[in-house]
């Protein structure tokens, strides 16, 4: 069905039929609705076959209602009589997954910005935009949701229009739901996306923009062809490692992989080669062929910086190898998350995990689980500080363990992060007093509508990441929205809180905080402990201190049997030498006996420091 060029050995799609573009908007704006109307329309999918969010393959992304990978889709159109392709790709809108999105963009001459007509632009369509800009896409502005009764299209075509610098009258209206303007919306893609441009008989060079494992497979690597062509059983060289590889099968996704001749010039497909090896197929490297291949390889992704670190433990120690083959095959399909081993003394072998936020953090720990069949802990979750010495020297800390305690601390470096809140303006107070009390600077304040402010802060990332968000919706009344991005460091005061079981320090629950906030942080985990440890035969003392200097204390009671009980009448003499011995035994109890901290305990205390983030797809 696809007008097609003949090669020699090959048959390809000419560039000028092909259009590559991407939906990319705030979460729950429509973005996989809107992909599934199209995969209908066109036909790729059978109406039989067709299931909601089509295009969200994992249980956890159909469970939460939000898209955490993005996924690429060839679909046929016909405009004018030519039979053109379109590569789709359906983008994760939460703020943890920009990696995702940025990878996606590399891929792609356009994209459609989709905004809700009932709800308008939100932070997360701002910074979208700003991505694609920055690499020179062509946007085409969408409102979605026209169906809604409280959708008010005029209006935000107007706010549209205004940010982008069109008119009004060209921002498409469509509803996902129903399909109404979804048709003439892959029109206008076919007429204003300009197709790809490369060399057909360059040397092959594609660029990797995302790879997923395979039990049966092995690695499955997807590609975006720039120049030349790839074609099955040849031999392909990866430009970063130098590995060579024989290409078992080369395909293309609509909406099933589907083994094809080959891939030309701006077509987006897959690779198979069998090997097993996950560290050989790195997001961002160049794909060329092994004889007369390429010498400049492509430009690649910047690296993604992470934002928030955990420690990751498995409950039972013997699954540390398993936890450490899991997290190798989720990095080749999760290119933003970083580990490196660690010890605990309370929790035994396990990693450093590197995240984008807390969202990431918690999908992250949940696919481990699910996929692997891990049952694990993750330590409260901290960021980066650059602690400097008054002798020159300096640490990085990723870890409260890390806190130097030799020597005297110069000044401790902790993360920015650019803030934007989009929020109603009946709640600017009670967001710029929330912002205050999290130690922000307020850098500006916007108007897009009459009813609508974007306020732009400076805020410590350890403010933000443990429940900023949720005080953020609890007073907007769930209207606001909020999207943050790195904006290097400041000075702090900070210490690091150490908490104390029988004066035995438990680094699973040490934390790094402000001065000002140590005495609560100190307070509410020496309480929230006395709840959770069950209590021993003898008194335990638990304590938090910053350095030698204790600022909050609880005590578990001990058990007391009664050892009176069979000693009736008699010289009270006889009581006063029981209690006594009893005294004496508690003492002794006390200089020998170790506290043991159960799994229960660690996973509740740890737990409830991390906000459960299920409703943050909604942002």
């Keep these: 069905m696809t007008v097609t060029r ?102 792609c001459e356009g994209a459609i910005l989709l905004v809700d007509a009932a709800q308008g632009i939100e932070a997360q369509t701002l910074a979208n935009l700003y991505l694609a800009l920055e690499k020179d896409l062509h946007i085409i502005p969408v409102l979605n949701k026209i169906d809604l009764p409280a959708a008010e299209p005029d209006k935000y075509a107007a706010e549209l229009a205004h940010i982008i610098g069109c008119e009004p009258s060209d921002v498409l209206r469509v509803s ?50 720039v120049d030349g062509r790839i074609t099955p059983r040849e031999r392909i060289r990866m430009m970063s490692t130098n590995a060579t590889h024989e290409l078992l099968e080369v395909g293309i996704v609509s909406p099933e992989p589907k083994p094809s001749k080959g891939l030309g010039v701006g077509e987006v497909g897959y690779l198979i080669t069998g090997v097993k090896d996950v560290r050989q197929s790195r997001v961002g490297d160049t794909v060329t062929s092994e004889r007369k291949g390429a010498e400049e390889p492509l430009t690649g992704y910047r690296e993604p910086k992470p934002m928030v670190y955990s420690g990751l433990y498995p409950v039972d120690g013997s699954d540390y190898p398993v936890l450490r083959e899991a997290l190798e095959k989720l990095q080749l399909n999760d290119a933003a998350l970083t580990f490196e081993p660690e010890t605990s003394v309370a929790l035994g072998f396990g990693f450093r995990c590197g995240f984008l936020g807390l969202l990431h953090l918690e999908i992250t720990r949940e696919r481990l689980e699910r996929e692997f069949n891990l049952d694990l802990i993750s330590t409260a979750p901290n960021v ?38 989009i929020v109603p303006s009946e709640f600017i107070g009670s967001v710029m007093e929330l912002c205050q009390g999290k130690r922000g600077q307020l850098l500006g304040m916007d108007y897009l509508s009459e009813e609508r402010v974007e306020l732009r802060y400076h805020l410590p990332l350890g403010e ?130 170790r506290v043991e901290v159960p799994q229960e305990a660690f996973v509740a205390a740890l737990s409830t420091e991390t906000p459960s983030d299920k409703g943050k797809g909604k942002k």
Excluded at 58 to 68: Q, W
Excluded at 203 to 218: C, E, H, K, L, N
Excluded at 476 to 493: C, I, K, N
Aim: contains cysteine.
């Design 176 to 225: 996902a739901k129903t399909g109404e303007g979804v048709r003439e919306l892959l029109d206008e893609a076919v007429r204003q996306v300009p197709p790809p441009v490369g060399d057909a008989d360059a040397p092959a060079r594609a660029m990797i923009f995302d790879s997923v494992y395979d039990t049966y497979r092995g690695v499955i690597t997807y590609i975006r062809v």
């Design 464 to 593: 933000i990441i443990f429940d900023f968000f949720d005080s953020l919706k609890s007073r907007t009344r769930g209207y606001a929205s909020l999207d943050y991005e790195e904006a290097g460091e400041q000075v702090a005061d900070l210490v690091k809180v150490d908490i104390l079981l029988q004066g035995e320090g438990v680094d699973a629950f040490s934390a790094i905080v402000h001065k000002d906030y140590a005495y609560a942080y100190g307070n509410k985990m020496a309480t929230r402990l006395r709840e959770l440890i069950p209590r021993q035969h003898f008194e335990v003392p638990i304590q938090a201190a910053i350095g030698g200097r204790i600022i909050a204390r609880e005590t578990i009671r001990a058990i007391r049997k009664d050892v009176l009980a069979k000693c009736y009448g008699g010289d009270i003499s006889r009581k006063r030498k029981l209690l006594e011995k009893q005294k004496e035994g508690k003492k002794r109890m006390k200089t020998v006996g």
């Design 6 to 107: 003949t090669f020699a050995d090959s048959t390809f799609t000419p560039p000028e039929l092909i259009r590559n573009f991407c939906i990319i908007a705030h979460i729950d704006h429509g973005k996989s609705t809107l992909a599934d109307r199209m995969l209908q329309i066109t036909g790729v999918v059978e109406g039989r076959a067709m299931r909601a969010q089509y295009l969200d393959r994992m249980d956890i992304e159909r469970e939460r209602g939000i898209t955490i990978k993005a996924q690429n889709v060839r679909l046929p159109w016909e405009v004018n009589g030519n039979e053109h392709v379109l590569h789709l790709i359906d983008t994760p809108g939460h703020v943890d997954f920009t990696y995702e999105v940025s990878r996606a963009l590399e891929a």
């Design 384 to 421: 980066v500080y650059d602690v400097y010495m008054e002798d020159g020297s300096e640490h990085v800390v990723t870890n409260p363990s890390d806190w130097p305690t030799a020597g005297k601390i110069s000044e401790v470096h902790e993360p920015l992060s650019k803030v934007t809140v």
